[in-house]
């Protein structure tokens, strides 16, 4: 049995005779036009309430002359009386757009008229729908409240946006001559491209977008379109829209791991769909620092030509009550709504590692959010792959390295002496250029690799050593090489021996739980 859409979901719930019905989303407008179009196809006359203009008499089609006045409903508890006297000679739906700002313990009457309205309304066909962004649901509402979050538009909204925006231009082209480029690019696959690189918008900012670029540009261009998701990406606060240019090249040694990434390349596409592959998960990124966790998110990212959303924990959590759980929810539905994409959670166990003692510490909101986070890791159904590196493996919940969390653990270690001489390689030309005069055949990378000089460098370690010694050669005036790299390696001191015992435990747990990277 297919799934219902959300306009069916609550048009059954409202057909349904659920008292009260909270659609959650900042898109006031969309929702607002699929609850008119739901009130015209069962024959449902609709009023909408806000705090600017009280209660009024929305219902489509209908004479000014036979729509209800409503004086002095300003107020929540104003507006909530006169739902009784509404006309019941056809069922009703009543929209409140500012109502959550009333339903907390400062506003017990607003909460008592809802709670007795919500046992009267069956008996009229009478529907109450709050819209608003967030939720604020008090306990003494719970039970009579039935909550549907409003995903983003997917991409047959977005295509009935862009359609009707290019006949918008059209129109203005032909009869005001403005000089616009329509022809050229707006092929089936140039509009499915953009739609694609516009999935993460709200309907308002994908209009504006097209707007932009014709005032702007001339013409609809999709770099323009990416730059606007990812100013809504960050405006969420949690996510922030990742650009890199790394490579699976750039990454030195974890030849398991990349082995692994070049296996599932193609893991999104149709052709995985229809052989019978699931969606994948993710992975989970074990190890010492340094050593090239978040670059392997990087290059996963660029490799696969998927977005990197970069998921920073700490900034999910809020002071104010329900925010924090709203927030991870917020970023979760943004994340779906770009897919297929990269989530990158780093250091995860710095924002959950407080969850087994969450109800004594926060009144368990970390353990509300990592409740929220693991059931989506195991039930989600988008394509969104979780990429998520720890650093210590100790403060990890149990819970999250439950099979079905994650379909693989890998456990990134300390480079070799092969690692290590790949690591100087890529590093070295890197910081290569046309004046530096810095040539790879110009240092010895057996040597600056060696067992006696960088046994226990991590990969961070050898650059920084690499930095170092051209620091010391400009300052000297010279050019870099072995000696100035040699120099910065021993005047440091690695990770490996000041966190020896940490690194020892490290390897101790993941040598029968993690699949090694390299």
């Known amino acids: 049995m297919s799934k219902l859409s959300q306009k069916d979901e609550i048009k059954v719930l409202i057909k349904a005779r659920y008292p009260i019905i ?20 069962d024959g449902r006359d609709i009023y909408v309430w806000d705090i600017d203009r009280g209660l009024n008499d929305s219902t489509e089609n209908k004479r000014e002359d036979e729509k209800q006045d409503f004086e002095n409903t300003r107020s929540p508890e104003q507006a909530l009386d006169k739902i009784k ?47 608003s ?50 022809e050229v690019d707006y092929t089936e696959n140039f509009k499915k491209d953009l739609i694609k690189a516009a999935q993460g918008l709200t309907t308002r900012e994908f209009n504006n977008v097209l707007s932009k670029c014709i005032v702007e540009k001339r013409r609809i261009e999709k770099d323009v379109v990416l730059a606007e998701k990812k100013q809504a990406v960050r405006k969420s606060g949690a996510l922030e829209f990742y650009e890199t240019n790394e490579d699976i090249k750039s990454i030195g040694g974890l030849d398991s791991l990349k082995k692994y990434i070049l296996e599932r390349s193609d893991c999104f596409n149709d052709e995985a769909l229809d052989f019978g592959l699931p969606i994948p998960k993710g992975i989970l990124l074990l190890g010492i620092q340094g050593c090239g966790k978040s670059l392997a998110c990087k290059a996963i990212s660029s490799l696969w030509g998927l977005p990197l959303l970069r998921l ?41 590692s407080g969850s087994q003692s969450s109800n004594f510490t926060d009144g368990g909101t970390t353990s509300r959010i990592f409740g929220y986070l ?15 590196t720890a650093n210590d493996v100790s403060q990890l919940p149990p819970e999250l390295l439950r099979k079905g969390r994650f379909d ?49 460098f991590s990969g961070a370690e050898i650059e920084q050593a690499i930095i170092d ?18 120099k910065a390696i021993e005047q440091t001191k690695p990770l490996s021996i000041t966190m020896k015992e940490d690194i020892v435990s490290a390897r101790e747990w993941a040598q029968n739980r993690a699949r090694k990277a390299s």
């Not at 607002?32 to 739901?38: D, S």
């Not at 006949?167 to 082209?173: A, C, D, F, S």
């Not at 693991?374 to 998520?388: D, F, S």
């Open 22 to 41: 909270w659609l959650v989303t900042s898109e006031e407008l969309r929702a607002t036009e699929i609850l008119k179009t739901v009130a015209e196809e």
């Open 85 to 131: 006297t509404l006309p019941n000679n056809r069922p009703n739906i009543v929209i409140f757009y500012d109502l959550h700002h009333y339903l907390d313990e400062n506003n017990p009457l607003v909460i008592r008229k809802l709670k007795n309205l919500a046992f009267f309304l069956s008996n009229i066909k009478t529907n109450i729908i709050i819209i």
């Open 133 to 182: 962004p967030e939720l604020v649901v008090s306990p003494d509402l719970e039970k009579i409240i039935t909550i549907i979050d409003l995903d983003l538009p997917g991409y047959d909204i977005l295509e009935r946006c862009y359609n009707e925006f290019i006949r918008y231009i059209k129109k203005l082209k032909a009869t005001q001559n403005i000089q616009v480029e329509l």
């Open 312 to 352: 920073d924990i700490s900034t999910v959590f809020n002071s104010y009550v329900g925010a924090s759980e709203r927030n991870i929810r917020e970023s979760i539905k943004l994340a779906e709504a770009v897919s297929p994409c990269i989530l990158w959670i780093d250091e995860i166990e710095k924002g959950l």
């Open 374 to 388: 693991v059931t989506w890791m195991q039930e989600k159904t988008k394509p969104v792959y979780l990429v998520a």
């Open 408 to 456: 693989e653990i890998f456990f990134v270690d300390l480079p070799t002496e092969k690692e290590r001489k790949e690591i100087f390689n890529i590093h070295l030309n890197k910081k290569s250029n046309a004046k530096n005069d810095i040539k790879i055949e110009n240092f010895d990378l057996n040597k600056l690799s060696s067992g006696s000089l960088t046994e226990g």
């Open 469 to 486: 010694g051209m620091y010391k050669a400009f300052a000297e005036q010279n050019k870099l090489n072995n000696d100035y790299i040699i």
